[in-house]
């Protein structure tokens, strides 16, 4: 849905304990249109759900958050100053579920942080 | 209650990205609203609303809210006001929507600060409940 299209993923990058994705988000996407007409700034839910797209690519399925714990948004992003951007990913997979603690960050900026449990889906 | 349209008087959000259609109003601490789930919905995939797409729902039904509340302190003519979420907490998402499915939301406030507003908000298709959470946000001045 918004993978390719709001964003794209430009590579990753495995740490201790961590990966950590880099994105590029798409300025000319129409959701920046409506959010707002001449202010574009990405909304809080499509942060959210960057971070999912991250955490399906890594664990190779398709997920379903039942349970977002909390998410904390601390620096808006906008997609002409803020264009590039890393996220960070702390998962625990394990058979039908998995533990996310994310962060969107760059350089010194930390956008948001998030917590939550997901369900992967049962796909035909 | 208005509808269409008539939400662009309460809130900043645009098409592709309004998330709902009907405010039935608002009363000194609650607010109600509701969206019907069209196929062309910017979060719907394989015909279900995704999860992205309920929270904003809900976060625009709060920001229905305090677009009522604006035209009431600063009269009736006044644009509604740039607002970002700054927290969701407790979110617990039951199922997803399906296409030609409404879905209902209420939110209540729980505390007022400055340009803060912290709410919960359940949503419902029927007398299902769908979602609920706790949402902090922001309004510009």
Known sequence: MLKNEFFTINGKENGEGQVIYHVVLNPDHAIFKGHFPGNPISPGVC?????????????????????????????????????????????????????????????????????????????? | MLQGEEIKQ???????????????????????????????????EDGQLREMGMIEHIAQTCAAYNGVKNKQNNGAESKPKLGYIGEIKKCQVVRLPRVGEQLVTEVVVTAEVMNVTLMEATTKIGEETVASCQIKLFEED
């Open chain 2, 10 to 44: 309460l809130i900043p959000q645009r098409e592709p990205i309004m998330m709902i259609d009907t405010f039935y109003g608002a009363t000194e601490k609650t607010g109600k609203s509701a969206l019907t789930v069209l196929a062309d919905n910017v979060f719907c």
């Open chain 1, 47 to 124: 942060n959210i759900g960057m971070i999912k797209a991250c955490v399906e690519e890594e664990v190779g399925s398709s997920l379903f958050i039942a349970n977002l714990k909390q998410c904390k948004f601390s620096h808006l992003i906008t997609p002409n100053e803020n264009k590039e951007l890393d996220i960070v990913l702390k998962l625990e997979d394990s058979d039908n579920t998995v533990k996310i603690s994310a962060s969107i960050v760059k350089g010194e900026i930390k956008f948001m942080d998030l917590k939550a449990e997901a369900q992967k889906e049962q796909k035909a």
